[in-house]
């Protein structure tokens, strides 16, 4: 079946802009993950939904960042008055459950780029 | 807080060679241990995982056992091709009371392999 899919793949958008990057996880799959790469290093943990709730938004670095998934499939990360540091690649991931041995799908990832 | 190291890159082998890539953790509890692979233009893929003390996981050639005793987690194989060139992440699941699969990734190994 289809894999988890991301959109846009690559947004480039000004200082201070609002954007908004969209998640299409596995169907089926009730727990959906977002991280954050930057250049160079490991993704890091943003929020996690179990349905329709955000479980853990600890990861979010400030109240500029927030997610929702209204109908408990599709999720939406929303970024306001962006600045250059938030430039990365916005990875969302899926699993069937939210067993700590779930193996996770990762999305192919937005790249946004500040400028 | 729990953390993942593993050994800087770039790795350059020669296809046949063995390949080695360490892997150590700091956690509280039990985790469970991943690799997560990543080639180029590609998302990240789970490679292979262990969810307990000893435990040996494997997949195209690769292996990586659990090792309590040493809080680490290497990935070996033991003759590898260009086609294994890619980034290369170990990570865990941080236990988190209900049991959400909130993953920590190390900040990625690159591993090159020429004919």
């Known amino acids: 079946g289809a894999g988890v899919s991301q959109t846009p793949s690559n947004k480039v958008t000004e200082k201070g802009k609002y954007v908004e990057l969209r998640c299409d996880p596995i169907?089926?799959?009730?727990?959906l993950y977002w991280y954050r790469q930057s250049l160079g290093q490991g993704p890091e943990f943003l929020i996690y939904f179990q349905g329709t709730g955000a479980a853990d938004d600890s990861g979010l670095p400030n109240d500029r960042f927030f997610a929702v998934r209204p109908e408990g499939s599709v999720s939406t990360l929303k970024i306001q008055r962006t600045e250059r540091g938030d430039s990365a690649v916005y990875l969302c991931a899926s699993s069937l459950t939210s067993e700590a041995y779930n193996e996770q799908f990762f999305g192919p990832g937005t790249r946004l780029t500040v400028l | 807080g729990n953390s993942v190291t593993q050994m800087e890159g770039p790795v350059t082998l020669s296809e046949e060679a063995f390949l080695t890539i360490n892997c150590t953790y700091t956690?509280?509890?039990?985790?469970?241990l991943f690799w997560y692979v990543q080639y180029p233009g590609e998302g990240l893929q789970l490679l292979l995982k262990a969810t307990k003390a000893d435990d040996k996981g494997s997949n195209k050639g690769f292996e990586a056992t659990y090792r309590k005793e040493t809080t680490s987690f290497h990935l070996e194989k033991g003759s590898v091709q260009v086609s294994d060139s890619a980034v290369y992440f170990c990570?865990?699941?941080?236990?988190?009371?209900?049991?959400?699969?909130?993953?920590?990734f190390g900040a990625g190994t690159r591993l090159a392999v020429h004919p």
């Open positions: 990570a865990l699941s941080e236990g988190i009371s209900g049991g959400y699969n909130k993953l920590i």
């Open positions: 169907s089926g799959h009730t727990a």
């Open positions: 956690a509280t509890g039990y985790p469970s």
